[in-house]
Nanobody, 119 residues
Framework: QVQLVESGGGLVQAGGSLRLSCAAS????????VGWFRQAPGRDREFVAV????????NYSDSAKGRFTISRDNAKNTVYLQMNRLKGEDTAVYFC????????????WGQGTQVTVSS
């Protein structure tokens, strides 16, 4: 049974930092691409960042570029999202998701972790 469990969310002041973690189990983690997505109240879920199965390739949304860094530790089956210079508009539930490298859609999703940025 595949499980993705996010952690690290919380309340932070604008300009502050948080590091989210996504711990995976039940899959061959090193064969999966992992992404971070977020959903704010009343808005659609949106892409934040993605990392290749080896960690050698990353991609970011325009809003995350330059402020967020995605990384992974395949020995720990964990992906991280370091978020710096947080803004009020970053307030959302953050989800991690995984897909096999050869598939275009994310098959597995975590339950999400709340990030609230106070201004």
């Amino acid at each position: 049974q595949v499980q993705l469990v996010e952690s690290g969310g919380g309340l932070v002041q604008a300009g502050g930092s948080l590091r989210l973690s996504c711990a995976a189990s039940g899959l061959t983690f090193r064969s999966y691409v992992v992404g971070w997505f977020r959903q704010a109240p009343g808005r659609d879920r949106e892409f934040v960042a993605v990392i290749s199965e080896t960690g050698g390739s990353t991609n970011y949304s325009d809003s995350a570029k330059g402020r967020f860094t995605i990384s992974r530790d395949n020995a720990k089956n964990t992906v991280y999202l370091q978020m710096n210079r947080l803004k009020g508009e970053d307030t959302a539930v953050y989800f991690c998701a995984a897909r096999p490298a050869a598939r275009p859609t994310f098959d597995y999703w975590g339950q999400g972790t709340q990030v609230t940025v106070s201004s």
